[in-house]
């Protein structure tokens, strides 16, 4: 039971780049979502999936899009990279039924710097 | 709109003593209060979290939180601190409403445990 799982690790991107954050769970949770981390500025959400199916933006989805790809898999694109860009990325995966009172798991992160 | 607010930057307590970490939250309707710890190069991990029912929760690693509604604050408390709790320690809520499903993140309060 691997929980959260994100690829790439780290990445090295220059402006204008694209690239897509993966991410997989496997214990059949029904929302999954992505998180920034940036010194001083704790998590912030940028976009969720609340079920397969479903995507919603979060408080800072400029430059990102998102695709649930199933029930296990919920990426990140960033279609055209900017040095704002560079943080630290987070997948986190919560419910069996979706609701307000569940914990999330969190993935390992994907450090990505944008020169 | 909900937040969550830690007054603390930095805390650091000496091995054995006991440990605090401060929390408050801003919240239309009830809350639900979660702690979780993240260690260097490591994503987020549950450590508690109040639903309702009792106001004091106890959780992993020998870490317990008192909910206290009408200071809405949910601090986070261990009576002999080591040095491996040691980490950076972020609160979170969420509620029914607009934002149902979406947690909001503290921005982090680092506990440095000295020998």
């Known amino acids: 039971n691997a929980g959260v799982t994100q690829t790439p690790k780290f990445q090295v991107l220059k402006t204008g780049q694209s690239m897509t954050l993966q991410c997989a769970q496997d214990?059949?949770?029904?929302?999954m979502y992505w998180y920034r981390q940036d010194p001083g500025m704790g998590l912030r959400l940028i976009y969720y999936?609340?079920?397969?199916?479903?995507?919603d933006k979060g408080e800072v989805p400029n430059g990102y899009n998102v695709s649930r790809l199933n029930k296990r898999e919920f990426s990140l694109r960033l279609e055209s990279a900017a040095p704002s860009q560079t943080s630290v990325y987070f997948c986190?995966?919560?419910?069996?039924?979706?609701?307000?009172?569940?914990?999330?798991?969190f993935g390992p992160g994907t450090r990505l710097t944008v020169l | 709109a909900q937040s969550v607010a830690q007054p603390e930057d930095q805390v650091n307590v000496a091995e054995g003593n006991p440990l605090t970490v401060k929390c408050t939250y801003s919240v239309s309707g009830n809350p639900y209060l979660f702690w979780y710890v993240q260690y260097p190069n490591r994503g987020l991990q549950f450590l508690l979290k109040?639903?309702?029912?009792?106001?004091l929760v106890k959780g992993s690693y020998g870490f317990e939180a008192e909910f206290n509604k009408s200071q809405t604050s949910f601090h986070l408390k261990k009576p002999s601190a080591l040095v491996s709790d040691s980490a950076l320690y972020f609160c979170a809520v969420s509620t029914r409403g607009p934002n149902a499903g979406k947690s909001t993140f503290g921005d982090g309060t680092t506990l440095t445990v000295k020998p």
């Open positions: 999936s609340a079920s397969e199916g479903t995507t």
């Open positions: 109040y639903i309702t029912g009792d106001n």
């Open positions: 214990m059949n949770h029904n929302s």
């Open positions: 986190a995966s919560s419910g069996l039924a979706g609701g307000l009172t569940d914990t999330q798991y």
